[in-house]
């Protein structure tokens, strides 16, 4: 089983209008509601894949029961703790051609509700083959919290990857996970200077791989991605540019590194899958959906550079 | 006791943010949320003024639950039937100096529960003073629903007050309402012709009052009201042209007229009140509040003039 921690998850809802009317009075034509959060769409694609996954973190109120909901219509399993606060939505407001995203702030975690969720995710641990940590942290869990969580993975001896930003990316690296994923962006921000081309993100990956993480891959959108591991660092580009939903992508390829991890394949096989499933996930229409015939069509046409 | 019907009950969610990018990602500062619609904003206003109400209804889904929690917590009596479907939210974004709104569609009535609510609102219908009908119908209620509660009202000796538009305000004037309030807007609609001056809409009302309804007030916003009544017509305005927020200025005054009709009070004195409270729901921040130390100085200075 692989273990996805969604601390911040959503419930994202998509309001459909032809048009908008800004400052004005608009009727929403459609509205569509679904759980999601980063690791919620990882679990998402590897439940799509036949894999065996679970989904934990923290969901409360009106808006957790709908999470939890959508959850066990779509068969995903989730042991999400019930927290005293108001799980936050999302709310895309999608014209035709362009949309406008809203993220609402995290509730505040309270009283013994942190406590709670350590007790099962420690549970949950010993029975995972892997752990993927994804996401925002809610205001009040310590920016440590990845560490934390890595650490008692380790103790399982069950390697995690940490799809992160911020300070929690950075503080997260010191739990020594077996692949931290930011992009290009993030990792600019965390090791605090600009620089995009091949080697100046290898040497910045280079140091992510010196605060703890074993590898490192950089997801760069349509120019695809960068790896630092043990093995030897490699660039690759996705077979074809194409258009459509960028949202989700890095967590497809979240789930395909992952479980090439699993699965211990070597990394240009990892890498492949994770280019060719990341850009699967661009031609669906949600974050979490991929389109598996895309990613079979795909997957032997990725072509990966040896650096 | 004063029964309130909202039949498209909503859950009203404000997004208060400092400037919307639109086509981005925005990060909301702060959500709000409460009961709304315009029967519960009716309901709110008689509440604040200390008056016995009771909000009725159809609510579904975890939107239903929330919103009859926002009653309870504000101690608002409800009898919301429990539907199949998810309730409605609407959506304010609100940037400092301007607002753009967003209505979800209501629910579908499905099966058995419309003739639910009808057997709850027979049983309560009979304990009370005065009815107030207001606001759109779900899809897939009759467009006479209207009618057939003010019969049912009627019947039990209730008077009823009608404040909807479409075809709910035209069937329904069937049913004999004792006040119909439109805003000139929606006589105009009604009627099916333009005409803003006072003459005019007394015309309009007119044709309101052969169709069913025993007296009519028309609201013009800034420009105050219209009245034709069995008493004669008149017309006023508010004491002072104020600036704020006017969504729920008409639930005030729907809330003063019914206030009015219960206490059996003149017409001359229930449009001043309504004048008044409407005017003091204006400086008020939400729909559903007003500014009762507003309400009290701005009452002895509304002009009537009988038409």
Same mark, same amino acid.
């Given at each position: 089983?692989?273990?996805?921690? /969604? ?10 209008? &032809?048009? $908008? ?7 929403? #034509?459609? %509205?569509?509601?679904?759980?999601g ?12 894949? +036949?894999?065996d ?9 009106? /808006? ?5 909901? =959508?959850l066990? !219509? ?24 362009? !949309?406008?995203? *809203?993220?609402?702030?995290g ?9 709670? *969720?350590?007790?099962t *995710? ?13 996401? @925002?942290?809610p ?7 990845y560490? %934390?969580?890595?650490?008692m993975?380790?103790?399982? @001896? %069950?390697?995690?990857?940490? =799809? ?14 077996? $692949? ?15 620089? #995009?081309?091949v &080697?100046?993100?290898?040497?910045? !990956?280079?140091?992510?791989? #010196?605060?703890?993480?074993e @590898? ?11 790896? @630092? #591991? &043990?093995?030897?660092?490699?660039? +690759?580009?996705? &077979? ?6 960028p949202?989700?992508?890095? =967590? ?9 991890? %699993? ?23 949600? !974050?979490?959906?991929?389109?598996? =015939? ?14």
């Open positions: 089983m692989i273990l996805t921690v /969604t601390l911040n998850v959503a419930l994202d809802v998509t309001y459909g209008l &032809p048009k $908008i009317e800004w400052r004005e009075t608009n009727r929403v #034509t459609t %509205v569509s509601c679904r759980a959060g980063k690791g919620v769409n990882v679990a998402r694609v590897l439940h799509s894949m +036949g894999v996954v679970m989904v934990c973190g923290l969901a409360g109120g009106v /808006t957790g029961d709908a999470i939890r909901a =959508d066990a !219509a779509a068969g995903i399993p989730n042991r999400l703790v019930r927290i005293d606060g108001e799980s936050r939505r999302t709310l895309v407001l999608a014209e035709p051609d362009h !949309a406008t995203l *809203f993220n609402e702030p509730p505040r975690i309270w009283g013994e509700d942190w406590g709670v *969720f350590l007790t *995710f420690a549970e949950l641990i010993v029975d995972c083959q892997a752990l993927v940590l994804s996401g @925002s942290l205001p009040s869990v310590p920016d440590d919290a560490a %934390v969580l890595l650490r993975a380790a103790d399982a @001896s %069950v390697p995690g990857l940490l =799809d992160a930003e911020g300070m929690p990316l950075r503080a997260g690296l010191s739990g020594r996970p077996a $692949i931290a994923k930011p992009n290009a962006r993030e990792l600019e921000a965390v090791v605090g200077r600009a620089g #995009t081309t &080697p100046e993100l290898l040497h910045a !990956a280079g140091e992510l791989r #010196t605060w703890g993480a @590898s490192v891959v950089v997801t760069r959108g349509a120019d695809g991605l960068v790896a @630092s #591991t &043990p093995d030897g660092n490699w660039a +690759g580009v996705a &077979p074809e540019r194409i258009s459509g939903n949202t989700g992508a890095g =967590d497809a390829v979240a789930a395909a590194l992952v479980l090439g991890l %699993v699965e211990g394949q070597p990394w240009p096989a990892r890498l492949a899958d994770a280019l060719a499933l990341g850009t699967a996930a661009v031609r669906a229409d949600s !974050a979490g959906d991929v389109d598996l =015939d895309a990613y079979q069509t795909l997957r032997p046409a990725v072509r990966l550079e040896k650096l």
